[in-house]
């Protein structure tokens, strides 16, 4: 029977493999496979804030707002007050950030197409299942600690 530690290894293993795998196939242009992420995260809904990408992202506040200065500087992005949120910004897709989004598809497919053919299609449904309800147990730390340190993050409290 498996370990908490095989399972972790395990993840981590394969995390880790896919994201160099990934990387390198976005590396030629000049854009990390984690800044590809919110570029497509902006393309299934664009024009929201900052905190929503970090919900979306699985990341923390800090990194993802490093990320949206590199991308804006590279006119990928454009960040702007919140219409009715003063502390909030929105970020939206620039015509040249959708553009690069579509080559990036193209440059990393070839990685999806090697995740989703190590597997059959039942045990790919029972992967995302399964992924899932490890993230939901995870955010389940310490009786919740994890969800209230998340908020406490998103809303930039010090410790």
């Not at 990934?22 to 990390?32: I, P």
């Not at 992967?127 to 310490?142: G, H, Y």
Request: aromatic fraction near 2%.
């Amino acid at each position: 029977m498996a370990s908490g530690h095989d399972i972790a290894m395990g993840l981590r293993a394969a995390y880790a493999r896919m994201h160099r795998q990934s990387n390198m196939s976005v590396a030629g242009r000049g854009v990390t496979i984690d800044q590809f992420v919110l570029l497509a995260l902006l393309a299934e809904q664009d024009g929201i804030t900052q905190q929503e990408l970090v919900r979306r992202a699985s990341s923390d506040a800090n990194t993802v707002r490093a990320m949206l200065v590199l991308l804006e500087d590279r006119e990928l992005i454009e960040r702007e007050p919140h219409p009715t949120d003063r502390r909030a910004r929105r970020v939206t897709l620039t015509h040249e950030g959708r553009q690069a989004l579509d080559q990036l598809r193209i440059d990393s497919e070839p990685v999806r197409q090697r995740l989703v053919s190590a597997l059959t299609p039942t045990e790919a449904d029972l992967l995302i299942d399964f992924l899932r309800r490890i993230s939901d147990a995870m955010a389940q730390k310490n009786g919740g600690i994890a969800a209230v340190e998340t908020k406490r993050v998103l809303k930039g409290e010090k410790r």
